[in-house]
């Protein structure tokens, strides 16, 4: 399969001003398909794509399954639990399994970081010419959220015509659980590369200095963080983590860092909420603002992910992206 745009989606590190426009561009054609009565193209029919989560999603996972099936493309999903994995089998060997049987794309889920790395590198040695989409790994990365945040952010700032250079100037406040959040680390490369002003805001515990690398503004109070936001993203606040003793209660971070409507006065006037789900309801942010479709982008960040990752399968299966629907 020659691929004259990329050769694997991995990371957002090194993903250019025209690679950004390229996935906008070409997911408001898919918004277009997915608006007919006939929700099918044959873009991919004869491909065959393996979706290989690792871990558990709901979002991505049907978010993709349903992108695949849209394109027309063959699908064969992976379940851990019932796989060879339980006999010894490797992650390397279960995904030269599915090299074997012809798959075209593996997306790839994985809780260590890298895995999705190790698997294209291996599967490149072997001469396979497979692509493998990174849906989300570790503590690393998840570049599909982040691309559907893009395309959310700037379909919201130019309805219909969304274009990345919208956000050059525009300020986009990030809070929550930086420390573990692959969806931020993705963002704050395509968010800094469009010409965003990011600020990340969340406790010390969870915010650690060096993500000020990444050019963003570091807060550890809320408000200044927020102030004159054009957008605010709240992150999941992983429970999981509360028996590490980075925070001394979820009632006490809601006091401190949830945002609510009262919080949002702190914002621009136009300001609309963002969240890449699960939400803890009255953690992150109170149920009332969630629901509102005039501030939350939630629902349309959901929406968006059918089409962006639409996109992704085909601008990886077929190349450069000529053939549009």
């Not at 054609?29 to 871990?55: C, D």
Request: proline share 6%; hydrophobic share 40%.
């Amino acid at each position: 399969m020659g691929n004259p745009w990329k050769r694997h989606l991995l990371s957002l590190a090194e993903f250019s001003s025209a690679d950004y426009e390229l996935v906008v561009q070409t997911t408001l054609s898919f918004q277009e398909v997915l608006s007919r009565r006939n929700k099918k193209v044959p873009s991919l029919q004869g491909k065959l794509v393996a979706h290989l989560f690792f871990e558990p999603s709901t979002r991505t996972r049907n978010s993709f399954e349903l992108a695949a099936k849209r394109l027309s493309a063959d699908v064969i999903n992976f379940a851990p639990g019932t796989s060879s994995l339980s006999k010894g089998e490797t992650i390397l060997d279960t995904a030269r399994t599915f090299l074997a049987l012809g798959a075209d794309l593996l997306v790839v889920r994985h809780q260590g970081s890298g895995v999705p790395q190790r698997i294209a590198h291996d599967l490149d040695a072997l001469g396979g010419q497979v692509a493998v989409l990174n849906a989300g790994d570790g503590q690393h990365e998840h570049p599909t959220q982040a691309l559907l945040d893009l395309f959310t952010l700037c379909q919201s700032l130019t309805p219909g015509a969304p274009h990345p250079a919208a956000l050059k100037g525009k300020k986009v406040a990030i809070v929550g659980d930086i420390l573990h959040s692959r969806v931020a680390r993705s963002n704050l490369w395509s968010l800094g590369t469009n010409g965003a002003v990011v600020h990340l805001a969340g406790p010390p515990t969870l915010l650690p200095p060096e993500f000020a690398t990444y050019g963003a503004v570091l807060h550890y109070d809320l408000e200044p963080a927020i102030a004159d936001a054009d957008f605010v993203m709240t992150l999941r606040l992983q429970k999981e983590r509360m028996g590490e003793f980075l925070l001394p209660s979820l009632q006490e971070y809601h006091r401190r860092y949830g945002i609510t409507r009262d919080r949002l006065k702190h914002c621009a006037p136009n300001v609309q909420v963002l969240h890449p789900g699960p939400v803890n309801r009255g953690v992150e942010l109170s149920s009332d603002l969630m629901d509102d479709p005039r501030l939350s982008l939630i629902e349309k960040q959901v929406e968006h992910g059918v089409a962006t990752r639409m996109a992704l399968l085909y601008l990886l299966g077929l190349g450069t992206g000529d053939r549009l629907p």
